[in-house]
């Protein structure tokens, strides 16, 4: 393994774990939310929503950078006959256009001619499954919310992942399924292990050739110093 290679591997990795972080705390979140719902009336928590979309567009913009670094990842062989990576290519290539939505923001607002079901950050939705054959499809509109007839969800799904699943970013006539997206990343990480797990594998010199992950603290202590500033 070369040095640019290790470094795309290293770019995928970290690019892996921001996707599984932010998709777990999405998805507890939406659970908090979805469980205040509940209660008529019940207080929904401070920046519960804030969070939610935080988490929901930083999963679309690293499914993009991940995208491209597979894609040119060296040394991965005949990619599209690799059933899993052939299945995240195709299917997260359309994040880019959606992901730019946001990314220029201010052209968007600015040269786009926008309907009224338009949302600036957009409109996140899910399936709370809460009990063995109940659930409940929730939306979230960011912003002000014009008047007018809105589809909520096209049709009762056949599957959904318990307890909170079919989480979908929609913003006027494009959305992203991001259960869908992490599930083809989920198997995008199992591939690259299976393809490149062995090269690691007995190799303690990468230790010291391609370092991981380090943290440097210094502590500091300010001095006394003499009323002209000079340490004492």
Request: hydrophobic share 45%; charged share 25%.
């Amino acid at each position: 393994m070369d040095r640019n290679q290790a470094l795309f591997i290293e770019g995928i990795r970290v690019s892996l774990e921001m996707i599984d972080l932010a998709n777990d705390r999405l998805r507890k979140v939406l659970f908090h939310v979805s469980q205040h719902s509940w209660n008529v009336g019940g207080e929904i928590p401070t920046g519960a929503f804030t969070s939610a979309l935080l988490d929901a567009w930083s999963i679309v913009d690293a499914v993009h950078r991940l995208h491209g670094l597979v894609e040119h990842l060296p040394g991965l062989s005949k990619r599209m006959r690799i059933p899993a990576i052939r299945c995240f290519l195709q299917n997260a290539k359309q994040v880019g256009d959606f992901r730019n939505r946001v990314q220029h923001l201010s052209e968007t607002i600015s040269q786009e001619p926008l309907d009224g079901k338009w949302a600036v950050w957009g409109v996140l939705s899910w399936f709370w499954v809460y009990g063995e054959h109940q659930m409940r499809a929730c939306t979230f509109f960011s912003g002000r919310m014009e008047p007018g007839a809105r589809t909520l969800f096209e049709a009762v799904p056949m599957k959904v992942e318990v307890p909170i699943g079919l989480i979908k970013l929609s913003q006027c006539d494009a959305s992203i399924c991001i259960s869908d997206l992490f599930s083809d990343v989920r198997d995008l990480a199992a591939e690259l292990h299976r393809q490149f797990g062995a090269l690691y594998e007995g190799r303690t010199d990468f230790a010291d050739r391609y370092p991981a992950d380090i943290m440097i603290a210094l502590d500091l202590e300010e001095r006394p110093r003499t009323a002209e500033g000079e340490p004492k």
